[in-house]
């Protein structure tokens, strides 16, 4: 009732009971369909699936490749928007628009292109050899495609907030005696943090769960480059449908403890301007 | 959702099958059937097989439509899916309307029946020679002059040589050159279990990659040009000589390798309900025709007919051959051995070692 009051427009029970209709559809069902699945499995099957040292050098090799890339994504990602708000250049539209080819891709292509690219013999891995560093077939490699997939997250979130951010406000900083540093550290960098936690969040959920590039560039060598996307669909390639679904559920709850986590983060870093 | 595409693609390639099909009808043949007696109504069926048949039952189907309207005056159109051998048992499994499967191995067939008893028990013994019209060996494609001098199995576990095949866990193919290379190892080692685990361990040590599926893995070696050896179907390598480069790529003949038997089935679930069982019974016999034969043998299948094998004897090498059932029993027990979890796959990548 109260909640109904704060709204000048009606039909808050409408829209309220489609959400909740809508989002069960979507998600609430097929995830507790999940869960359900698992748990066919009896406890001990499934302690013992999801402790697996396969299970958990997957768990390691994921989480790890995903942080990384989220956070080069969201340091490369604010200077990409830095420089997309804040410079004016011939083909910046042009450059605009790339940003967002990552999320059109198929990411089989990115995989099989990226694959082509950073190869002992592709145009850029070749000089990689050369200096010893093995990109494609390798953990790096990992990293790179998530990089790619994740690259377009952080510079859509962190541009609409450069956008409203007042020049103004840096310039009272500037005239007030602030060095540039200061004037970055302590007024433009705060403003945008917010924004940054989103794509890093976005980012970094996006590459717990990518498959399809990455199983071309990985090498998927068990214990080294295997990621648990693809050990999900091993099990499913042996009908263990149960064991999938237990791994599942696994990065599940990781996955939202973590963005959780960050969400937290996010809230505190609001409060605290 | 999976579904749904396949089927979409069944549906683009069967268009494309059908516009074939028209093509080779509109022909005049001269021996048009009977012109008296009603036609019967066309007929469609579904062929769910593996990723390297593709081009071999483009060939087959065409020949099929041809002989069925001869024979019985009825149009049959017969669409194709293809992809890796286990997803795609998975997919009838799962619901995809297969009149009859074509796969990489007899497991997957088995699949069928311990998952959805979508066959019989005894499927194997429907068809003659175990259900399996043709079969295929595994072998090596080497870099051209065969810089790392491979010559046999045991030049794949020496070191420095990076070898290349798909992950047995999830390819059809993989399993084969997997068994290929433990019984090489059991035979030379007389039988002693543990020697050939000791051997496969060794030789997937040298496997720097393990891609999903075995086209994947021929891409990785011949677009990649990672590794040093490729273990290949036999028909995947000479596809890879003949098309993209015989000034590249060589074939190595090993001195055994495994007997590999793709089986066929009719999914009895599916044609009852679907009331084609005459046809699709009578398209898996025709592989055995030597009409069938010699379309296989063409595609680099190795015919199980002896007139057929004589035919196209220079074109498959000489090699010694054990069958699966020789060696390691059946597919249910080969598979619980080997490659269901816990197998021997994966104790080679345990950790203590």
Same mark, same amino acid.
């Given at each position: 009732m109260i909640l109904k009051q704060r709204s000048i427009l009606p039909g808050f029970g409408l829209a309220m009971g489609f959400t909740l209709v809508y989002l069960?559809? %979507? =998600?609430?069902?097929p995830l507790s369909g999940l869960v359900l699945k698992a748990t066919t499995l009896g406890f001990d099957r499934f302690w013992d699936t999801i402790t697996a040292p396969r299970a958990i050098a997957a768990y390691q090799v994921t989480f790890t490749t995903s942080l990384i890339a989220a956070t080069i994504n969201a340091v490369f990602g604010l200077l990409v928007?830095?420089? %997309?708000?804040r410079y004016t250049f011939p083909?910046?539209?042009?450059?605009?628009? %790339? =940003?967002? %080819?990552?999320f059109a891709l198929p990411t089989a292509v990115a995989g099989i292109t990226l694959t082509f690219l950073y190869s002992s013999n592709g145009w850029i891995g070749r000089y990689l050899d050369q200096v010893g560093i093995k990109s494609a077939f390798s953990p790096l490699g990992i990293v790179i495609a998530l990089t790619f997939i994740g690259l377009p997250f952080v510079v859509r979130t962190v541009q609409p907030v450069l956008e409203d951010l007042d020049v103004e406000t840096e310039e009272a900083a500037m005239s007030l005696g602030a060095t540039r540093w200061q004037t970055f550290s302590r007024v433009i960098f705060p403003t945008l943090l917010p924004a940054i936690l989103t794509g890093f969040?976005?980012?970094?959920?996006?590459?717990?769960?990518?498959?399809?590039?990455?199983?071309?560039?990985?090498g998927n060598m068990p214990m080294q480059t295997e990621i648990v996307p693809l050990l999900i669909v091993t099990k499913l390639e042996q009908f263990d449908y149960a064991g999938a679904a237990a791994l599942a559920v696994v990065m599940l709850v990781v996955s939202f403890v973590m963005l959780l986590v960050i969400n937290l983060l996010q809230r505190w870093s609001e409060a605290k301007q | 959702m999976r579904g749904l595409l396949r089927s979409h693609l069944a549906r683009s390639l069967s268009m494309l099958v059908l516009v074939g099909v028209i093509g080779a009808c509109a022909q005049p043949t001269g021996s048009s059937p009977g012109s008296g007696q009603a036609a019967k109504p066309a007929v469609n069926i579904l062929n769910v097989s593996y990723d390297p048949t593709r081009e071999l039952y483009q060939d087959f189907n065409k020949a099929f439509a041809q002989y069925w309207k001869q024979k019985e005056s009825q149009d049959v159109t017969v669409r194709q899916s293809h992809g890796g051998s286990g997803a795609q048992a998975r997919a009838v499994i799962d619901g995809l309307e297969a009149d009859v499967v074509t796969l990489a191995l007899g497991y997957d067939v088995d699949a069928l029946n311990i998952q959805g008893k979508l066959v019989p028990d005894d499927w194997e013994k429907r068809l003659q020679s175990n259900s399996a019209p043709y079969t295929s060996t595994i072998v090596f494609l080497v870099r051209k002059g065969n810089p790392k001098n491979i010559k046999d199995w045991d030049d794949l576990v020496k070191p420095g040589v990076a070898v290349i095949t798909p992950n047995p866990k999830t390819s059809g193919g993989a399993r084969w050159n997997y068994l290929a290379a433990w019984g090489y190892a059991l035979r030379k080692n007389g039988g002693d279990e543990a020697k050939a685990k000791e051997f496969v361990t060794q030789l997937f040590k040298n496997v720097p990659v393990l891609d999903s599926g075995a086209r994947g893995s021929t891409t990785t070696f011949v677009e990649r040009g990672q590794g040093d050896v490729l273990l290949s179907w036999e028909n995947e390598a000479f596809l890879a000589i003949n098309d993209l480069g015989p000034d590249k790529f060589e074939l190595v003949v090993p001195s055994i390798s495994i007997l590999a038997e793709p089986s066929v089935a009719v999914v009895d679930k599916v044609v009852d309900k679907r009331g084609t069982r005459t046809v699709a019974e009578a398209y898996l016999q025709y592989l055995y025709t030597e009409?069938?034969?010699?379309?296989a043998a063409k595609h680099y299948y190795r015919p199980r007919i002896e007139t057929v094998a004589a035919e196209y004897k220079d074109r498959f090498p000489q090699i010694a051959l054990f069958t699966l059932a020789e060696v390691f029993g059946d597919w249910r027990q080969t598979q619980k051995t080997h490659f269901d979890d816990g197998g021997t796959f994966d104790q080679i990548y345990q950790p203590d070692r």
């Open positions: 069960s559809l %979507l =998600v609430l069902i928007a830095w420089v %997309l708000v083909g910046k539209r042009l450059v605009d628009g %790339l =940003v967002d %080819l990552p969040a976005l980012a970094f959920a996006r590459a717990l769960g990518e498959y399809g590039s990455v199983v071309f560039i990985a | 009409e069938g034969q010699r379309i």
